[in-house]
């Protein structure tokens, strides 16, 4: 498979998926960076284990759905708990996502060495890493055959997760971006005004799990945390207004997203030359 057909079959899905999985990453990680909160993506990315692996007990399926409702629930418990110990324990918030996303880390592991955990398969290189090259997109052959909506149907479906996924978050930014912007600046000054702060960090971290959730199949847990980061603090070095901030790590996200997979270890550009 070459020209054009293996550009539109192997390389455009690839490109897709790791471009929305950065676009929606960025997004969610301008609100962690100005809490201070950048290791939260690392935190949800290890602690999603247990989650995954409940999923596959309570479905008795390796299924796409039970398994990330499974990693969504614990990612919203890791939130919680990461929010008790810094509290309860009065330690600053990098150590309480260290105690929590570590502990729940080895939860996940126990359960998959007891029982019918044991029939999960989990490669170690996937879950750091992920699976761009196996996104792949059989249903176009040429460009014109872009233009039928049933090709489209057959897009995969990482891309599909990635980019719903992608236009949710931006949505829900755009549409609370008020309260986003006060509680990330002033959280104190946000309860006085009736907007509940600790409900909108809840937002961030239920975001920031389903941001990288999705993300998580297609490129691993290591570039979640860096999509998560790089983007935000990109743009923060730039700026210090918050609207430009977003649109400049959407640009950073995007370049980064397409330029990334140009420089794929298979030595392949994109549309289908060889690097010399």
Same mark, same amino acid.
């Given at each position: 498979?070459?020209?054009?057909?293996?550009?539109?079959?192997?390389?455009?899905?690839?490109?897709?998926?790791?471009t929305f999985a950065c676009l929606s990453c960025a997004l969610v990680g301008n609100f962690l960076v100005l809490r201070? /909160?950048?290791?939260?993506?690392?935190?949800?990315?290890?602690?999603?284990?247990?989650?995954?692996?409940?999923?596959?007990?309570?479905?008795?399926?390796?299924? !796409?759905?039970?398994?990330? %409702?499974?990693?969504?629930?614990?990612?919203?418990?890791?939130?919680?708990?990461i929010e008790l110990v810094r509290r309860l324990g009065k330690v600053e918030a990098g150590a309480a996502m260290g105690?929590?996303?570590?502990?729940?880390?080895?939860?996940?592991?126990?359960?998959?060495?007891?029982?019918?955990?044991?029939?999960?398969?989990?490669?170690?290189?996937?879950?750091?890493?992920?699976?761009?090259?196996?996104?792949?997109?059989?249903?176009?052959?040429?460009?014109?055959?872009?233009?039928?909506?049933?090709?489209?149907?057959?897009?995969?479906?990482?891309?599909? /997760?990635?980019?719903?996924?992608?236009?949710?978050?931006?949505?829900?930014?755009?549409?609370?971006?008020?309260?986003?912007?006060?509680?990330?600046?002033?959280?104190?000054?946000?309860?006085?005004?009736?907007?509940?702060?600790?409900?909108?960090?809840?937002?961030?971290?239920?975001?920031?799990?389903?941001?990288?959730?999705?993300?998580?199949?297609?490129?691993?847990?290591?570039?979640?945390? %860096?999509?998560?980061?790089?983007?935000?603090? !990109?743009?923060?070095?730039? !700026?210090?207004?918050?609207?430009?901030?977003?649109?400049?790590?959407?640009?950073?996200?995007?370049? !980064?997203?397409?330029?990334?997979?140009?420089?794929?270890?298979?030595?392949?550009?994109?549309?289908?030359?060889?690097?010399?």
């Open positions: 498979m070459g020209g054009m057909t293996g550009f539109l079959s192997i390389d455009l899905p690839a490109i897709l998926a790791a201070r /909160q950048s290791l939260m993506g690392d935190a949800v990315s290890h602690a999603v284990l247990p989650g995954i692996v409940a999923g596959f007990l309570v479905a008795g399926t390796r299924d !796409t759905f039970p398994m990330l %409702a499974g990693a969504l629930v614990a990612a919203l418990v890791a939130g919680v708990l105690v929590v996303f570590t502990g729940m880390f080895a939860l996940g592991v126990v359960l998959i060495e007891q029982g019918a955990a044991r029939a999960v398969d989990l490669d170690a290189d996937c879950v750091l890493y992920g699976q761009l090259e196996a996104v792949l997109w059989f249903g176009p052959t040429d460009l014109s055959s872009l233009a039928d909506p049933a090709v489209w149907s057959t897009l995969p479906r990482q891309v599909v /997760q990635v980019a719903v996924v992608f236009f949710l978050c931006l949505a829900l930014i755009v549409l609370f971006f008020k309260e986003l912007r006060l509680v990330s600046f002033d959280p104190a000054l946000a309860d006085t005004l009736g907007i509940p702060a600790g409900l909108v960090q809840h937002g961030i971290v239920a975001l920031t799990a389903i941001a990288a959730i999705a993300a998580f199949e297609a490129v691993g847990s290591i570039l979640v945390i %860096a999509m998560l980061i790089c983007p935000p603090a !990109t743009a923060r070095l730039l !700026t210090d207004d918050l609207k430009a901030q977003v649109a400049l790590s959407l640009l950073v996200g995007g370049i !980064t997203g397409v330029g990334g997979m140009s420089w794929a270890p298979s030595g392949r550009w994109p549309w289908g030359l060889r690097r010399r």
